[in-house]
């Protein structure tokens, strides 16, 4: 942590230095401050617009007024309103990152005036980048966390379509996607798995500030986004109960008053198809505006299975229809409608150490033989409404209303044991409805700006484990210690058909017949509901010195019941030795239920020193929750774990420098409270047999990340960002008590990882533009279970993607060329799994070398729009 503070020095050192604003050429002049107003004196405001070269508004540029602690943020529609000023000279400073500072002397009279300014790019700039991550328009350099923000830019340029990719370019994200249903969010080390429909990720994930609470829903199609934020570290503040470890954030893109539009179509490797695009339409200028989109997008699996079929795939048609209507100037209604369809085969689970029907053995092989073929497979079907209402008060001070619902079903069929035998054969369904409504009222008044406001949150899920097994099959792994080889050499199953059972009274032994058929379920059923309500504030002290402070008040209400039963073929013979006759699994028993309610706080507070308008140093503390965990074990005991308690402390700087360096560095310290951690439970003794969540007491987690950007010329970009991650359980929990996983490390938390790239364009025509990004991204060594069971892991590697092409202005179309793992690097995205129960465990390949190209048409009613590459 030494090394780490005395960075953190010489950044600040370095900011203070170097972060000055920008002169441009103006002449020096002294302005009195005008911080004391007298109430006698008449009110005196400002306000205005801020806007480029084109007249599109920017929102989130930086507007002050010298000499005076006076400054705020433009709004959505890139409006600015200063408050108790004074009357006389006066000189107004607006800033914007990638922009020139500029500034203009204005007379202030009594009452309103008014002073509307153009921004000019620099020369050689930076992107800007702008984030909504406390509820309002901020550069990301004005928020004082630690924040990371993949622009539409950066999607487009590094052809990123899947979140693993889009988790590479954020320090500390690590996000894994098996199948279409459940994604895995990892922030510094915490993982965002649910095993039950009343349980809450640690990870809050929203779509245009409407919480998304099941991992099924939160894989969406990334088309037509303009940006996907992620901010890390407890944000429970402004993000809900659910965000005790951050939060992301898709924001999708909103129509405006152009008519415009895109088409893009791509081929690539594995039977590669995509289809996509969007129409932006003025029904009435500046009145009401529409926004069509959709998106298909498929390849065939990179795992053949001898079976039929194949794995690993990916098929989803994605569309959004999105209106906004104004009435009036302070009036805003904004409409979406969201609908995504996943169809996807089924997850290639590998054993390490068995062969397939080809007698090929490997994790890498590229063929599998799970026996149930074209059944197998993942998919969702999903559809959002959000009405969003905004009335103005002014342009800094507004309402907004907030209405939504989403409904979800989700399926999932996966062989267990990977191999040709019908050992464990596994499916899930799920579904849920979501309810969600929030009031938000934002202010800047002065030196105060926050947001107050309250959320009600209601859903209803259910969700239905099958399993089938031939006993004939899985009584290799049941009745042999270690488990017997469940297939031969050539891959075919191994069979036991009976066993043999010895009757002291008749000092004989007989032999017991195993089924070849068997089916059972166990069914969960969820009522949740979250009333909350919430503030933030950020005061001013000094022209340079801030404080803020934040609290959320959440009432929760979980109900879950639970029933198991016995649903088809034969009875288990196994079911005796487990104790859950005449079921393996689950113990077949009628309905119970689980009842939870709670009244909890969670709170954060902050200070930043704001050097300038273009550099900052802060600190802050965050306290995280995660609610109870209701579950059910496989014998039908109910379990309630204590709710999880995190307690953040960060430190960071962000700043430019030399109006082309953009570079924020983050270092935090965690400690965590009945921590809850995932684990695969197997005890034949109790007749427990799943996936369960166990209290695993205290646990300790520190770190840094960094983020760099640099404009190196015009056409040339540099990108880069690093995280340092160390995790540890304690030695003993709360109570003293020695914990079983002392010392271990966190699953999916590699210890250092980072990204680099380069963003590069060379004009070979007047009208023509070749461009290239290539970006590599490693990670050490990982981990998949908390229990760090060797074997289980992922030594280091890196992957490199490369995207490049031909971008034309005239007519606007755009010719790319990609390519994913470039290097072929070979690497697992997970272990253990389902087999683990029983002592065979299974791996899931990562994804080979892929190639493909598309073809892009951006068309426009004006000529001056012109390719966001091109530019």
């Not at 050689?124 to 966390?145: C, F, G």
């Not at 040339?716 to 109570?735: I, P, Q």
């Amino acid at each position: 942590m030494r090394i780490l503070l005395s960075a953190l020095i010489i950044l600040v050192f370095s900011s203070v230095t170097y972060g000055q604003a920008k002169k441009r050429g103006q002449v020096k002049r002294k302005y009195r401050n005008t911080e004391t107003v007298s109430r006698e004196l008449p009110p005196v405001i400002i306000r205005g617009a801020v806007y480029d070269e084109n007249y599109v508004p920017l929102p989130g540029a930086h507007v002050t007024i010298d000499g005076t602690s006076k400054g705020v943020n433009t709004n959505e529609d890139g409006e600015y309103l200063i408050l108790g000023l004074v009357t006389g000279r006066a000189r107004v400073r607006v800033s914007f990152i990638g922009y020139e500072t500029h500034t203009a002397d204005i007379i202030l009279r009594a009452g309103q005036n008014e002073k509307n300014i153009m921004l000019q790019l620099d020369n050689v700039h930076l992107e800007p980048v702008l984030v909504n991550a406390q509820k309002r328009e901020q550069q990301i350099m004005d928020v004082p966390t630690a924040i990371a923000s993949v622009t539409d830019n950066m999607l487009e340029q590094s052809n990123i379509t899947e979140l693993g990719q889009l988790s590479e370019f954020v320090p500390g994200l690590y996000i894994r996607e098996q199948g279409a249903n459940r994604p895995t969010f990892v922030i510094r080390g915490l993982t965002s798995d649910e095993v039950s429909p009343s349980a809450q990720p640690r990870v809050s994930v929203y779509f245009n500030s409407v919480p998304i609470n099941r991992a099924s829903g939160a894989s969406l199609e990334l088309y037509d986004m303009e940006r996907v934020e992620v901010l890390k570290g407890p944000q429970n503040t402004f993000f809900g109960r659910n965000a005790q470890a951050g939060a992301l954030h898709y924001v999708s893109k909103m129509p405006t008053s152009d008519l415009y539009g895109s088409l893009t179509a791509g081929i690539g490797d594995f039977g590669h198809k995509e289809v996509s695009g969007f129409v932006n339409v003025p029904i009435f200028e500046d009145k009401l505006m529409i926004r069509a989109a959709g998106s298909y997008n498929m390849h065939d699996g990179y795992v053949e299975n001898t079976f039929g079929g194949d794995l690993m795939g990916k098929e989803t048609i994605a569309g959004r229809f999105s209106t906004r209507f104004r009435p009036a100037w302070n009036h805003r209604v904004d409409l979406v409608l969201n609908y995504q369809k996943d169809k996807t085969p089924g997850i290639a689970f590998m054993p390490a150490d068995l062969p397939n029907t080809n007698g090929d053995i490997g994790i890498f092989s590229g063929v599998a033989s799970h026996e149930q073929g074209k059944n197998l497979g993942t998919g969702k079907e999903l559809f959002d409404a959000t009405l969003n209402y905004r009335f103005y008060v002014n342009e800094q001070t507004y309402w907004t209303s907030i209405t939504s619902y989403r409904k979800l079903d989700a399926n999932a069929r996966w062989d267990g044991d990977g191999t040709a035998a019908a050992a464990i054969d596994m499916a899930e369904t799920s579904a849920a409805s979501q309810f969600y409504q929030e009031i938000r009222g934002n202010f800047s008044n002065s030196r105060l700006t926050g947001v107050i406001g309250a959320s009600y949150w209601q859903e209803k899920a259910d969700q239905r484990y099958w399993f089938s097994t031939n006993e004939q099959h899985l009584a290799n792994l049941m009745l042999a210690s270690p488990p017997l080889p469940l297939v031969d050499a050539n891959g075919q199953p191994n069979s036991i058909p009976v066993i043999p059972n010895y009757d002291p009274v008749l000092d004989t032994t007989f032999y017991i017949p195993l089924p070849t058929t068997h089916e059972e379920d166990n069914y969960s059923k969820a009522k949740n509901m979250a009333a909350e309500a919430f503030f933030d504030i950020t005061y001013q002290l000094t022209r340079k010195f801030f404080v803020s402070a934040g609290v959320r008040g959440v009432y929760d209400r979980y109900k879950l019941s639970n029933e198991a039963a016995f649903v088809g073929g034969e009875a288990s013979t196994l079911g005796s030795f487990t104790g859950n006759y005449p079921n393996v699994f689950f113990l077949p028993g009628e309905r119970q239920e689980i009842k939870k309610n709670t009244l909890s706080l969670t709170w954060q507070g902050g200070l930043k020193y704001r050097f300038n308008e273009y550099g900052n140093v802060f600190a802050n503390y965050a306290r995280g929750r995660r609610p109870n965990v209701l579950q059910f074990t496989s014998t039908g005991e109910e379990e309630v774990l204590d709710a999880e308690i995190l307690d953040n402390f960060e430190l960071g700087v962000k700043g430019v420098y030399f109006d082309r360096i953009y570079l924020d560095v983050t270092g935090f310290y965690q400690l965590y409270k009945n921590f809850q951690t995932q684990a695969w439970v197997a005890d034949p003794e109790s007749g427990e047999f799943n996936l369960k969540f166990k209290d695993s007491g205290q646990a300790t987690s520190y770190g840094a990340e960094a983020n760099l950007r640099v404009a190196i010329i015009k056409q040339l970009d540099f990108f880069a960002n690093y995280a340092w991650l160390k995790t540890a359980f304690d030695s003993t929990d709360v109570d003293g008590v020695a914990q079983e996983y002392s010392g271990n490390v966190f699953r999916m938390a590699p210890e250092h990882s980072f990204n680099v790239g380069l963003s590069a364009r060379v004009n070979i025509l007047p009208v023509m533009q070749l461009f290239v990004t290539p970006s590599y991204a490693w990670k050490s060594h990982i981990y998949f279970e908390d229990a760090n069971t060797p074997g289980l892991e992922q030594d280091a590697y890196g992957i490199l993607n490369i995207t490049g092409g031909l971008a034309m202005s005239d007519p606007n179309i755009i010719l790319s060329v990609w390519a994913t793992n470039v290097l072929d690097e070979q690497f697992i995205t997970s272990a253990g799994n389902t087999g683990s129960l029983f002592g065979a465990p299974t791996f899931v390949p990562g994804p080979p070398r892929m190639v493909g190209a598309k073809l892009t048409w951006n068309f426009s009613k004006k000529e001056k729009r012109r390719s966001r590459i091109f530019n």
